[in-house]
């Protein structure tokens, strides 16, 4: 159910609209590529690496579906609060979309 909700959020999220810019003769402003989702999963952390492994995949399987296929960065953590703060930090300075995650209790606390 988690990961229907997330492909129609993630399709919602990404349907890119038809541009006035380009349509008007103008040509668009280049922006730098960056990551339009980003997960951040305790895939360093032996016990919590399955089940983001499965997050993993059912996250892929869900974009997969989105049209105009929506940058993926994968952020490794384990699974200790001050890593994982300092990635999301580092993440949400690069501006992503969506940010999914952390995956951990400790990790949500931190937040």
Known sequence: MFFAVA???????????????SAAGVAPIP??????VALLLPLDAPEFAPPAEAVLAGCKAAL?????????EVVRTDASSDHIMARYEAV???CAA???????RNGVTAL
């Open 64 to 72: 997969a579906l989105v049209e105009g296929k929506p940058a993926l």
């Open 31 to 36: 922006v730098a590529p960056r990551p339009s």
């Open 92 to 94: 949400a300075t690069r």
């Open 7 to 21: 492909a129609v959020a993630f399709a919602a999220l990404c349907k890119v609209a038809g541009d006035p810019a």
């Open 98 to 104: 969506v940010i999914v995650g952390p995956m951990t």
